[in-house]
């Protein structure tokens, strides 16, 4: 009985010691690239093109966990955002580096990325 009486304490702060808990999503990106169009069609072909292609493989998700058991407990989720694609999408497409999508540019990135 004396024993009970010598964890009573223990075993009550342990059953009021509350938990910390912490979850986050954190979505990390680069700036986009400016970038103009000679005109619509351009723009238009050139976005088309975009949403056709493939998710890129160069996106990434990590999870980080710490947990300290009935104390605290954290977890972060990061994730690369979109625009690394559209600059490199801004990139291939733009083969004379101007900062300008002209129409035939697109047409040919539109051709290449559909293969």
């Known amino acids: ?3 009970i009486k010598r964890l009573f304490p223990v ?3 342990v059953a009021l010691t509350g938990c910390v808990t912490h979850e986050s999503t954190v979505v990390r990106d680069v700036d986009r690239t400016p970038v103009e169009f000679e005109n619509d069609i351009s723009a238009r072909v050139f976005y088309e093109a975009l949403s056709k ?3 890129p493989g160069d996106r990434a998700e990590s999870t980080t966990n710490i947990h ?3 104390v ?3 977890k972060r989720h990061m994730i690369t955002g979109p625009n690394g694609a559209f600059n ?3 990139a291939e497409c733009d083969t004379n580096k101007d900062g300008k999508i002209t129409e ?3 047409k040919i990135f539109s051709e290449h990325s559909a293969k």
């Open 1 to 3: 009985m004396k024993a």
């Open 11 to 13: 075993l009550s702060l």
């Open 53 to 55: 292609m493939p998710t």
């Open 68 to 70: 300290i058991p009935l």
């Open 72 to 74: 605290f407990s954290q």
């Open 88 to 90: 490199k999408a801004v």
């Open 104 to 106: 035939s540019e697109a």
